[in-house]
């Protein structure tokens, strides 16, 4: 739970409306409902082992569902929306967190079985790149295997290596994502056919990226030692559809981070921003309605151990941990180098970019960490930590996440 501040539907729900989690929830224990939801409908666990057979949690009863994941959370959605039609009086706020396509085994091992299976049977994959193995990969297998040697099961770890070149998960895992493609189609038909569209926005996007082989690595950022900032793991998909008037096909190169989806919806809803300083979120509202807009130019992230910042032209990833790990600052010149491949942190030529970029990053964490939840400073986690051997290295043994999932 969390208790430093309100969260969006705790602020949605005082505003009168109604709120719903349909899928996957990832920040705690999932057997009742929190944060603000009224409604609640999600899987027994976090990280997805199959697609099929899950026990679920529908308000507060548990069942089996023995078909996909991805459909029963549609289905719920949708039943969702259909008993809202016509009732204009009482807004509702859906969160709509499908668990696919995911990218690990064992959920997307072997050949798919789901309705798109077919779709990709002569599919070569040209685009899924062949790059030898990255040292970090290699580097995170062998250190996760000595220090936390039965979490997860070693045989998921061992698909890292394996997967680019894995025709039948290659096939299981692009299907999957035609699985969620179709999902949110229903829904959004859901929607028009019930002529609730025009009064609705829709925001698309996902919790990371996914490097499918590029720097050597399959994955998110935590997938190699140490974590990394590269763009795949990291850029999502965003795509927001505003209620009304629509304006299709419209792209933007701006800078912007999840943490702006808050301010956002609290701005379409017409609603003010509670009183929280430092605010970091900015509502991208007139991104999509404006061609005149002031935008920052700095996303800032941080994957435990390494905090980045990344502008137009360049990515920076600063690196903390005991010296006898060895961790290498990165920074990477993208109007020189766009796809991140040569490290220039040694440069001569670049140390005063460099320095502003390291000003800007501590400066950003020194004003929005809260010292209790500071990896850097000693503090710990509200969810899961991908390395806590590492924390208790250098914050000693008694150091733990607040929970475990």
Request: proline share 8%.
């Amino acid at each position: 739970m969390l208790e430093e501040f309100p969260t969006l539907p705790e602020l949605l729900a005082h505003a009168g409306y109604d709120t719903a989690l349909m899928g996957k929830y990832h920040l705690g224990i999932a057997d009742k409902p929190q944060n603000g939801f009224e409604e609640w409908v999600t899987l027994q666990v976090g990280h997805v082992q199959s697609f099929y057979d899950n026990q679920m949690i529908v308000n507060g009863d548990r069942i089996t569902h023995p078909g996909h994941s991805v459909d029963f959370f549609t289905e719920q959605a949708v039943d969702y929306i259909s008993r809202r039609e016509g009732d204009s009086e009482n807004p509702f706020f859906m969160f709509l967190t499908y668990p696919a396509p995911y990218g690990h085994w064992p959920s997307i091992k072997g050949e798919p079985t789901n309705e798109f299976a077919s779709f990709y049977n002569e599919t070569p994959f040209q685009s899924v790149p062949r790059e030898g193995i990255s040292k970090e990969l290699i580097d995170w297998l062998l250190v996760r295997q000595k220090k936390m040697p039965d979490y997860p099961d070693p045989g998921e770890l061992n698909c890292l290596p394996q997967l680019p070149n894995d025709l039948p998960t290659l096939r299981n895992y692009y299907s999957q994502m035609s699985v969620v493609d179709d999902g949110v189609g229903r829904v959004l038909a859901a929607l028009d056919d019930r002529e609730m569209a025009d009064n609705t926005l829709v925001i698309y996007t996902s919790d990371h990226g996914m490097s499918l082989g590029q720097h050597g690595f399959w994955g998110h950022g935590e997938d190699t030692w140490p974590s990394n900032m590269h763009r795949e793991a990291n850029n999502i998909p965003l795509i927001i559809r505003p209620p009304g008037k629509r304006h299709p096909g419209k792209v933007r190169e701006s800078l912007v981070g999840t943490t702006d989806i808050f301010a956002t919806i609290m701005d379409y809803a017409d609603l003010p921003l509670p009183a929280l300083e430092p605010m970091h979120s900015r509502s991208m509202r007139p991104l999509v309605e404006s061609e005149q807009f002031q935008w920052g130019d700095a996303v800032f992230m941080e994957q435990e151990e390494t905090r980045a910042i990344r502008t137009e032209k360049w990515l920076l990833m600063r690196r903390f941990g005991p010296t006898s790990y060895d961790f290498t600052d990165e920074l990477y010149d993208l109007h020189d180098d766009p796809d991140e491949r040569q490290n220039v942190i040694g440069r001569a030529e670049h140390k005063d970019e460099l320095e502003t970029l390291i000003a800007r990053l501590d400066v950003f964490f020194e004003t929005h960490s809260n010292p209790k939840w500071n990896l850097w400073e000693g503090g710990t986690v509200k969810g899961n930590s991908t390395r806590p051997f590492l924390w208790q290295e250098i914050w000693g043994e008694d150091w733990k996440p607040t929970y475990s999932v």
